[in-house]
């Protein structure tokens, strides 16, 4: 996104977004981006992590979609994966519930980690709708573009992929999927795992065990939604 830089995508992914690379929505987010990291902004996550979710999960690889918000606006945290931090950051209140609705469902320990580049291996697309943030503020870069960079991102994974299953976690999540194709897809809805709702239906969603069972009933693997202890992560 830095200007004269070349993006770097995953080249399926790129193949699939680089229209929107051209689109003046486009050209105006790197020009903000590049004005406020000139006026000492700073900014999370680290420039060459802004794609994380993509060069990770190929398009043909995506079999299941989470979708967060924002980026973490601590130091360390955000790594372009929405609600993973890297090995030796102390998971976030929000994936410690998830950890928990995942050991109840499945009965899998939650592990000494929060990182989830083991799950996006295995095809989980793990999408913020707003690819940056800045320091101890929240919400910074909402309204840049990134929502209309995503929500094309979502939309050609509804149109040009089959029996997909969507996690959409809280109002925010499912007013950004709301036109995935239900016909061609599973979506599965509930509260945010944040600890202010979590308690009013994420726990207890059992959308992991649905997910695994939608995938193996149409010829699928199963996510092994098991972490390796952070010892076994290459990072």
Not at 31 to 52: D, H, M, N, T
Not at 103 to 117: E, V
Not at 123 to 132: D, E, K, Q, R, W
Not at 142 to 157: N, V
């Amino acid at each position: 996104m830095d200007k004269g830089r070349t993006v770097q995508m995953e080249h399926s992914w790129l193949a699939v977004m680089q229209s929107q690379f051209q689109s003046a929505y486009m050209q105006k987010l790197r020009q903000f981006l590049l004005e406020r990291k000139k006026s000492g902004a700073v900014i999370y996550p680290l420039g060459e992590q802004y794609f994380s979710a993509f060069n990770t999960t190929s398009f043909n690889q995506v079999k299941v979609v989470i979708l967060g918000q924002d980026p973490y606006h601590g130091p360390g945290q955000a790594h372009g994966l929405c609600f993973s931090v890297l090995p030796n950051v102390p998971p976030p209140p929000s994936l410690i519930n998830i950890f928990k609705e995942i050991q109840s469902d499945l009965g899998i320990a939650s592990p000494n980690h929060g990182c989830l580049i083991p799950w996006a291996e295995q095809g989980v697309f793990l999408l913020n709708a707003v690819l940056t943030v800045e320091k101890g503020r929240a919400g910074a870069h909402q309204g840049k573009g990134w929502e209309l960079f995503t929500d094309y991102a979502i939309q050609q994974l509804s149109e040009k992929r089959e029996r997909l299953v969507f996690l959409l976690w809280g109002s925010y999540a499912q007013k950004k999927g709301q036109h995935i194709d239900s016909k061609k897809h599973l979506v599965l809805k509930c509260a945010h795992p944040s600890p202010l709702s979590a308690h009013r239906g994420f726990l207890g969603c059992q959308h992991f065990s649905q997910t695994n069972t939608y995938l193996q009933a149409h010829g699928q693997q199963p996510v092994d939604w098991q972490l390796p202890d952070k010892m076994a992560l290459t990072i």
